[in-house]
């Protein structure tokens, strides 16, 4: 029988208010026995559950509030904590202190490191969290960011950097819904990913967890967010896995791209280049966001209430829940360890989950005492509870808390390898053809050499098998080496010597795959040289020598200082960090996929000049958006049939400039630019008189002055601007902002 209606009227809520904890242990004891004995079977789903927010034909909400409302001060701070898997002992205090959430860390493993490891163990905590008293499941997250990486024999996909080169959003979106079905057969119910950072510094270790470094490129890969969880959000799709829009807010942006650094930007820069791939993924429904560990101007963003309240949650109206980066709330006052001002610091600032992770009886001592002496207000600690269970609710957990075993057979599958395959041929870029020495020839005499030839671990990066990564053979794929003797019309005449030994004029040509090892987050920064390392060059110096064309393929997790090097090769191939389908990457040097990959960053000509981004200036060695093709010899891809456009005309529209800060002798202005008209923009300008004021600085326009005006048109990113739309720029200058005179307005449609 179904239960009467629950209404949301006060009267309701108070009257399930009073329902008595002994109707919840009946409620717990009837799971338990269900659970402990098996899956729920046929009959047991049939009887209607036996409380509310255990029926699922309710509304989410109705859920909640039910949930929450049976909920003590302990069940709620236990949601809001999350723990390591390897720091819970014993695993029975899942259950005694009401854990919410498990994750495993970089490092987090099992033995033997197989999916159905991954799944018994998953399962037995699950089993602690629904024994508690409201038998509430947990949520097990991990960095599944380019595969389930975690897991040994699992599909490693290219990293972001590579998908970012191949400006495919749906096939993006393809690799997500492949990694969510290989991440649900090992139970874990949502990943960490993906990383929506817009890299501006090619020296920052995270630089290949990035898309690209324009907020647009980024942007439109939010589509993963839509692999993992399914187009209409969580739990929409058989398999959907939670989703993380990270690392908000500005972890890309940092000077001089430190790790966890300051990133020094103006609102409005902060608002133009960072926000932009958060609001897409809040747009897509992402179900949680992970706060970087970064600072912006000089406060972290664990504590920046107006960042993470009032900015995600209320302007974007962010509606999941926020987690916090692993030990991060450690940081806030610069000391080790964690303290009760940090916990409710950082709660209060609108973190609802805090990823503790080993010191959790510490975490929920403290916050529990936070709370009772009203520094964290029991809204917030609700708010937060709200945001959590909504996600569960909406990912089925409470219907269905255990593995999905039909799914453990996706892992490392043939069908989810072709996919990779396809992803490491489009995430190839053609940097140089000279000659037309790509495509090689099947039946060639080839020389291949280079420490990543022969190295799924070089290939596949950090976040592979463990937090760093590392060289080897550490699972299952095919290399770059394999790749070419496979496709080799006779594989004997391929040899491969790892540095170049017993080369000699014989040969069609050499192959040397080189590049960076493994490594991850601050121990990837390159604050000094940024070229190939000695082995490196060492090898390539050899084939040189020998008077053979060489062909590189760079595997990187970012644009490398080779400008120097590159006379000496004939062709180069930016591989990225393909992951374990190096299939993928012989398919193009052979032809049977012509390269069509776009560089998501803009190549540097030296180091000092990081960073350098697209439309900075400055001289790069290969633009943003470079990549050959095969065909013309080394014509690149013929421009795409232009789609129809209007004639060019004048645009129409406004410009209001806002004084955001000043101080004696200078102030800081944001200048917003409106389309007043009805077609698109596709460039515009302001300008104005100067007076007796000098600009000082520029960012999202490019400035001109002449006789004693000065007029700031768009980058190139940002001049296209929709009818009724937007676009910001801001400056600082010398001189008074009193009596500024208003902007004039020119623009272009069409064309
Ligand atoms: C790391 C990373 C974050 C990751 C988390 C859990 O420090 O910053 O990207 O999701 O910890 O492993």
């Not at 208010?17 to 799971?31: D, Q």
């Not at 509030?65 to 899942?94: E, F």
């Amino acid at each position: 029988m179904r239960p009467t209606t629950y209404h949301r009227g006060r009267s309701g809520y108070l009257r399930r208010k009073r329902m008595t904890a002994a109707l919840s242990v009946v409620a717990a004891f009837l799971t338990l026995a269900v659970l402990t004995v098996a899956q729920p079977s046929a009959d047991a789903t049939a009887q209607a559950a036996a409380l509310p927010y255990q029926d699922a034909s309710l509304a989410v909400d109705e859920r909640v509030d039910d949930l929450l409302a049976r909920m003590t001060l302990d069940d709620k701070i236990g949601q809001m904590t999350q723990a390591d898997k390897d720091a819970i002992v014993p695993q029975s205090d899942v259950k005694t202190y009401r854990l919410g959430s498990v994750l495993s860390g970089g490092d987090g493993t099992v033995s033997p490191n197989t999916a159905q490891t991954w799944a018994d163990t998953y399962d037995a905590l699950q089993r602690q969290a629904v024994a508690t008293p409201l038998a509430i499941p947990m949520i097990y997250g991990i960095d599944a960011v380019h595969g389930a990486n975690a897991v040994r024999g699992a599909t490693i996909f290219p990293h972001n950097i590579g998908l970012g080169a191949t400006r495919d959003p749906a096939l993006v979106e393809r690799i997500g819904r492949a990694v969510a079905e290989e991440v649900t057969g090992t139970g874990v119910d949502w990943t960490f990913a993906p990383c929506l950072c817009v890299a501006r510094n090619d020296r920052w270790g995270r630089t290949y967890e990035s898309f690209g470094e324009t907020p647009e490129l980024v942007s439109s890969m939010a589509t993963a967010v839509d692999g993992f969880q399914g187009a209409d959000g969580p739990g929409s799709v058989p398999a959907s896995v939670l989703a993380t829009a990270k690392h908000y807010i500005g972890d890309g942006g940092t000077t001089n791209g430190t790790d966890q650094g300051n990133t020094q930007l103006t609102e409005a820069e902060l608002r133009s280049v960072h926000l932009p791939p958060f609001k897409a993924a809040v747009d897509r429904g992402v179900g949680s966001v992970m706060l970087s560990y970064s600072s912006w101007n000089g406060v972290k963003v664990h504590g920046h209430k107006f960042l993470v309240t009032d900015l995600l949650k209320g302007e974007l109206g962010f509606d999941g829940f926020v987690v916090s980066d692993w030990a991060a709330v450690d940081q806030l006052d610069g000391q080790t360890g964690f303290t009760a001002d940090e916990v409710s610091r950082a709660v209060n600032a609108g973190v609802d989950m805090v990823m503790v992770p080993t010191d959790y009886k510490k975490f929920i001592s403290l916050l529990r005492a936070e709370v009772n002496a009203g520094r964290v207000p029991m809204s917030r600690v609700d708010d937060a509870n709200r945001r959590i269970l909504t996600q569960k609710f909406r990912l089925g957990l409470f219907e269905k808390p255990l593995t999905d075993r039909a799914y453990t057979s996706t892992v490392g599958s043939a069908e989810h390898r072709a996919l990779a395959r396809q992803a490491v041929r489009e995430s190839q870029v053609l940097l140089k053809n000279e000659g037309g020495v790509l495509p090689l020839a099947k039946s060639a005499k080839l020389f291949v050499a280079g420490k990543s030839a022969d190295d799924i671990g070089n290939m596949s990066g950090g976040w592979t098998m463990s937090w760093q990564g590392r060289s080897g053979d550490i699972t299952p794929g095919t290399t770059v080496l394999e790749g070419i003797r496979e496709a080799a019309t006779d594989s004997s005449r391929v040899t491969y010597e790892r540095y170049g030994n017993g080369i000699d004029g014989s040969y069609t040509a050499a192959v040397a795959v080189v590049g960076e090892t493994p490594y991850a987050e601050g121990r990837g920064d390159r604050p000094g040289a940024m070229g190939l390392d000695q082995e490196d060059l060492q090898t390539l110096a050899k084939l040189k020598a020998s008077g053979v064309p060489v062909v590189v393929v760079l595997v990187s997790g970012r644009p490398l200082d080779i400008a120097a090097q590159l006379p000496d090769w004939k062709a180069l191939v930016a591989a990225w960090l393909p992951g374990t389908e190096g299939g993928g990457v012989s398919d193009v040097l052979f032809g049977d996929h012509r390269p069509t990959g776009k560089l998501p960053m803009t190549w540097m000509r030296s180091a000092s000049q990081q960073p350098i981004n697209q439309g900075d200036g400055k001289d790069a060695l290969f633009p943003y958006g470079h990549g050959l093709t095969y065909g013309a010899v080394t014509e690149p891809e013929p421009e795409p049939e232009p789609t129809p456009t209007p004639t060019p005309g004048t645009g129409i529209c406004t410009v209001t400039a806002k004084v955001t800060s000043s101080w004696s002798g200078g102030y800081q202005a944001d200048v917003t630019v409106r389309n007043t008209g009805t077609a698109p923009l596709t460039g515009w300008a302001a300008s104005w008189d100067l007076g007796a004021r000098t600009i000082t600085n520029v960012w999202n326009g490019t400035l001109t002055t002449s006789g004693g005006r000065a007029t700031v048109r768009n980058t190139a990113w940002n001049g296209t601007v929709a009818a009724g739309g937007t676009v910001t720029f801001g400056y600082t200058a010398n001189g008074s902002a009193a009596g500024l005179p208003a902007p004039d307005c020119t623009a272009t449609t069409g064309g």
